[in-house]
């Protein structure tokens, strides 16, 4: 048989594609590699509490910011609620206390303005639709840290954007692009502040919920059915899975992460201009470690200079405790080292005690090789759009290539359009 549509990776990016290609009377075949489906949405059973469930992987949003992903909650009904309010902070930001919602101090406001107003006009540069190597950025792809002590930011502030930076970018602020931080500050309305406060909401019910309505509209779904290469030929083209099944169809959709382009062989190869970077991968290596404490006071927040440039409130435990998340990366943090994780919590809450630690390293698993996109500096201002355009019959989704909300649940869905819209209006034309 041959399908109209193969569609490769059941994320929220996979997910959108086969369902709206189905119900625009195309056959079409879901293949995910792995046993469950919804990629880097993922809800399971806690390590540390195992009577609850926690999401491993995105869970944050913002209905303003992702109107994709607020219109597809609401179309299955899919509760929101909203995150853990912070209403207690331990901050190490430099000399004093800064133990406040808002930790700039008065006394760095001017200088504070001047180096954001700074920043916000470099954020100003960017088209968020238009591709990042096409608008004449590269003096902005710098180390994040560079850019960050030229903006001449007072102590405390600089610290704070620090550890914002390196919890955002998911690798450390010395190997991050500034470019990257500041298409961030683009996409949520040309804001600093914009890109906390999207962690606004969660899904009650967890990102399970909708990934099960999503999937409940796509008839043909296999699972374990890693793809090793895809061959075009001029009518149609093969997928190869592992184990050597061959499948047939007439167009091809990539919809998993950008580092697992390298494991696939496209024969004819990618084209040059992204066959570089897809060869060498993104840099992100983000890790989000779920910490289960006991003595740490219900909405905390602690933002600073420790190995976890964030760790917050996520849930009460079920011992009575709190379960905290904390960002970080792995090429700074062994998550196994229970003594690290001690170290890097008491950082900020000396008094509590740590219960278990429970983390998924999205790096070393085969089917992500990282975690959310977040490039090494000089790779997109020499290479972005191209990512996401099609070659011949093989398109390319995911949040990793969105151009619009890279990084986050709704940049999949976004580029989903797309391709839906590329495919029809290939059957279209002909
Ligand atoms: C720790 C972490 C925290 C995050 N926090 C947030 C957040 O708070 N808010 C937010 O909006 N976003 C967040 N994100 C980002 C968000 O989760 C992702 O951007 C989004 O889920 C990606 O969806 P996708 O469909 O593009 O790819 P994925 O969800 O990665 O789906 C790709 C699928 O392809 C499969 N696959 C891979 N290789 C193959 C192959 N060869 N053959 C077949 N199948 C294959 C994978 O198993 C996977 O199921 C976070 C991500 C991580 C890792």
């Known amino acids: 048989m ?6 490769v990776g059941g994320g929220f990016a996979g997910l959108r594609c086969a369902r709206d290609l189905t119900a625009a009377g195309q056959s079409v075949l879901l293949l995910e590699g792995g046993e469950r489906l919804g990629g880097r949405a993922y809800r399971r059973r806690s390590a540390t509490s195992p009577s609850l469930d926690v999401e491993i992987g995105g869970a944050y949003i913002h209905r303003h910011h992702h ?8 179309k299955y009904r899919v509760r929101t609620e909203p995150a853990p ?10 000399p004093g206390s800064h133990d406040s919602a808002f930790p700039i101090p008065v006394e760095e406001a001017a200088e504070a303005e001047a180096g954001l107003y700074r920043l916000l006009s470099d954020a100003h540069r960017i088209d968020v639709e238009a591709g990042l190597d096409t608008q ?16 001449k930011l007072p102590p405390v502030t600089r610290q704070l954007v620090l550890s914002w930076g390196w919890n955002m970018m998911g690798q450390p602020v010395t190997e991050a692009s500034a470019l990257w931080a500041l298409q961030f500050v683009a996409a949520h309305g040309y804001s600093v502040l914009g890109v906390v406060l999207s962690l606004d909401e969660v899904i009650s019910d967890g990102t399970t919920a909708l990934v099960e309505a999503m999937a409940a509209e796509v008839p043909d779904i296999r699972m374990q059915a890693v793809v090793e290469s895809v061959h075009q030929g001029a009518r149609s083209a093969e997928v190869v899975v592992r184990g050597g099944e061959v499948l047939v ?28 970077v897809v060869a060498e991968g993104h840099g992100c290596r983000g890790l989000k470690i779920l910490v289960q404490v006991t003595g740490a006071p219900e909405g905390i927040s602690c933002t600073g200079d420790g190995v976890f440039p964030t760790l917050y409130d996520y849930m009460p435990a079920e011992d009575g405790g709190r379960i905290l998340v904390a960002f970080t990366d792995c090429s700074s943090f062994d998550p196994t080292d229970r003594e690290a994780v001690e170290a890097a919590v008491h950082h900020y809450l000396p008094e509590v005690t740590v219960v278990g630690v429970d983390c998924h390293d999205w790096s070393s698993d085969p089917l992500f090789l990282g975690a959310w996109v977040s490039p090494k500096v000089g790779q997109f201002s020499k290479v972005h759009k191209a990512l996401g355009e099609s070659y011949g019959s093989v398109h390319f989704a995911g949040s990793d290539v969105s151009l619009r909300f890279p990084g986050y649940l709704e940049g999949a869905l976004e580029t989903a359009d797309r391709v839906v819209e590329e495919i029809l209006r290939k059957r279209q034309d002909h």
């Not at 041959?2 to 569609?7: K, P, S």
């Not at 004449?136 to 903006?151: A, K, R």
């Open 2 to 7: 041959t399908y109209d549509t193969i569609v």
């Open 85 to 94: 309010e912070a209403t207690v902070f331990r901050n190490r930001l430099g």
């Open 67 to 74: 109107p994709r992903l607020a219109a597809e909650l609401d």
């Open 249 to 276: 169809a007439r167009d091809v959709v990539i919809a998993t992460p950008l580092n697992t382009w390298r494991t696939i062989r496209f024969d004819p190869p990618l084209p040059p201009d992204r066959a570089s």
């Open 136 to 151: 004449g950025l590269e003096d902005l792809d710098v180390p994040l840290l560079t850019y960050i002590d030229s903006l």
